[in-house]
């Protein structure tokens, strides 16, 4: 029998918080039978919405506080004056291990501040990055960083391509993922120091991993390669610019099959396949980001999510808790740092 995994959820982060996350949890319990939650917020906003979801309450335990750190909150705020908050208090479940993770959509500044102090980085790693998969031509595709770490050095983007593999292996399923540098070109000469440099470490170490090198911002959603490594400044423009351009192309989509009666007579005759693409692009499946390289695992959900997109970070949680995510990172990192090669163990001290 499968062993109970404890999940801390902060449960007033988010927009559309609390509803959508005991909704999110309701839809979660449909798939999971071995996950309980620690669920930190208002009693009086939580109770009676777990009471008109009989499947959440049975595996929720509510942990009352009144305080939350709200979307605007600086980082430096929340660090100082939300020790009782309902996201700092289900970090502090994970630090202690009373849970096997924790999920926010909250304040991501917030969020990246407190997990990084409370649960700290693992050994060998510097900094926390946001790693998260996105869909492409072929499949899947993980990229990090996606806004954590505006300014990165080489031995930060090294850093990330080893998390990121992992992350790629944990949540994908893959047993040897290609990882690429994203660039301004594939020559070898382009970019500027920072992925030149980390592109000559990854190509002469002795890591266990597949290294393609450069690949360019269409090759994101060509899906050439399973992880894309990157600045947390270039990921989060590139993810925004993404979600942009399909939120254009289904506003234009919708327009052009609904202008005239023959477009929509036609509509009716190709929804099935309009279903299996708007499916393929639905964000509430992809949501989910880890704050890769803590001591614990951390879920950052979307904060205007639904409970659909809630749940599927529910599932993310918990596929990398069942795969011992960190553990296996810890490996990997104590590799590289027994590496000869002075480069490496310098990406990673």
Do not use: W
Not at 185 to 214: C, R, W
């Amino acid at each position: 029998m499968a062993q109970t995994i404890k999940v801390a959820i902060d449960g007033m982060g988010g927009d559309n918080a609390p509803d959508m996350i005991i909704g999110g949890i309701e839809l979660a319990c449909k798939r999971l039978n071995d996950v309980e939650f620690l669920l930190f917020g208002d009693e009086v906003l939580l109770r009676p919405l777990l009471n008109a979801h009989a499947e959440a309450k049975s595996v929720c335990e509510i942990r009352h506080t009144d305080e939350a750190i709200t979307a605007e909150e600086k980082p430096t705020v929340a660090l100082r004056s939300g020790k009782n908050s309902s996201m700092r208090l289900a970090i502090d479940a994970v630090k202690s291990g009373e849970a096997a993770a924790l999920i926010s959509a909250g304040n991501t500044g917030a969020l990246m501040a407190m997990a990084t102090v409370v649960l700290r980085t693992l050994p060998g790693i510097d900094r926390p990055a946001i790693a998260a998969s996105l869909p492409t031509e072929r499949s899947q595709t993980v990229l990090l960083d996606l806004g954590a770490n505006i300014d990165c050095s080489a031995d930060n983007l090294v850093q990330f391509a080893v998390m990121g593999e992992v992350y790629a292996r944990a949540e994908l399923g893959l047993a040897q993922p290609s990882i690429g540098i994203l660039n301004v070109g594939a020559e070898v000469l382009k970019g500027n120091d920072a992925v030149k440099e980390a592109s000559t470490i990854l190509q002469s170490s002795d890591l266990p991993i597949s290294f393609y090198g450069f690949v360019e911002g269409d090759d994101i959603a060509k899906g050439t390669v399973d992880v894309i490594v990157t600045d947390g400044f270039t990921g989060n423009v590139a993810l925004k610019t993404a979600e942009g351009a399909v939120a254009m192309f289904i506003h234009h989509l919708r327009g052009a099959l609904t202008s005239s009666l023959i477009t929509k007579i036609g509509t009716l005759l190709v929804r099935p396949a309009l279903n299996i693409v708007r499916n393929k692009f639905d964000p509430r499946r992809y949501n989910g980001a880890m704050l890769v390289g803590l001591n614990g695992i951390c879920i950052k959900s979307h904060g205007g999510t639904d409970a659909l997109g809630f749940s599927n970070a529910v599932n993310v949680a918990v596929n990398l808790v069942r795969r011992d995510f960190n553990e296996v990172i810890k490996e990997d990192l104590s590799r590289v740092m027994k590496n000869d090669q002075p480069e490496l163990r310098s990406a990673v001290n």
